[in-house]
């Protein structure tokens, strides 16, 4: 990765804005959106982070230096170069947000990705996480391990599943899945065969299982970009020392 995606909390917080125009109103609007205060050079002790949107590329390089002498972290507009941070194309489905970045290199390109997850992403989908977070405490009760609620939930919110994120309709379902018998998932071991070490390869079931799985397995010859697909906290094991773990174990073989 070429950055570490964060989600900077900035609610009553300044944020400094150099430049006049189209360019710097575009960034005001986006910091009060995101419940900041957009304010002058002049106040760059009250902030944290800084917008620069000027034009003229010296003027530019001149007022990203001020404020990283200040201790801000800064953006310049057009300037990936003299980023500490860049800003992705972001989908809004509050309080889930989606953002695309392509780390300055297209922003074009990161808006055309996100207007086509618009049209897949149902806007139900920030009522689902209001649901889910208002039911936390019911789904702790009923899953008191963590390994357990979490795969409960991934079984929930899978493809098919009966809080499919993708549907719509989702939203209304939480309580009484939660009600039924949700959460009882069984321990299970899927071998997949590699077609080669490009994760453009994998079937989309293939990737949704790898975001899912509680273990990996796989041969040591397996590509870490294809290793690095699946969730962050998996256990990981090379064959044949690794053993099946509990939910859902993932074995990757390379074909012959």
Do not use: Y
Not at 19 to 42: F, N, Q, S, V, Y
Not at 76 to 103: I, K, M, N, W
Not at 133 to 141: Q, S, Y
Request: glycine fraction near 8%; proline fraction near 5%.
């Amino acid at each position: 990765m070429h950055s570490l995606p964060l989600f900077h909390r900035i609610a009553q917080t300044r944020v400094v804005v150099v430049g006049d125009g189209a360019m710097a109103d575009a960034k005001k609007r986006l910091i009060e959106r995101a419940g900041g205060i957009p304010c002058a050079e002049t106040e760059i002790h009250h902030a944290r982070l800084g917008f620069v949107a000027l034009e003229d590329e010296r003027a530019a390089e001149q007022a990203a230096l001020r404020l990283k002498r200040a201790g801000l972290l800064v953006n310049v507009a057009d300037r990936p170069d003299l980023c500490d941070f860049t800003l992705p194309s972001v989908l809004d489905r509050d309080p889930v947000l989606v953002a695309v970045s392509t780390g300055g290199a297209s922003a074009g390109l990161a808006k055309h990705l996100r207007l086509r997850l618009e049209a897949l992403i149902p806007q139900s989908l920030g009522e689902l996480a209001r649901k889910l977070a208002g039911l936390r405490e019911r789904m702790r009760e009923k899953f008191p391990e963590m390994d357990q609620r979490r795969r409960a939930i991934d079984e929930a919110l899978g493809q098919g599943g009966p809080l499919d994120v993708l549907d719509a309709g989702s939203s209304d379902k939480v309580e009484s899945w939660l009600d039924g018998d949700a959460g009882q998932v069984s321990d299970q071991t899927v071998e997949i065969v590699l077609r080669s070490d490009e994760p453009d390869d994998l079937t989309l079931g293939q990737a949704r299982l790898l975001g899912m799985a509680d273990t990996v397995l796989h041969d040591p010859e397996v590509s870490e970009a294809i290793l690095v697909r699946a969730r962050a906290d998996a256990a990981r094991a090379e064959l044949p020392e690794g053993k099946p773990g509990e939910g859902l174990t993932l074995i990757l073989r390379n074909a012959d």
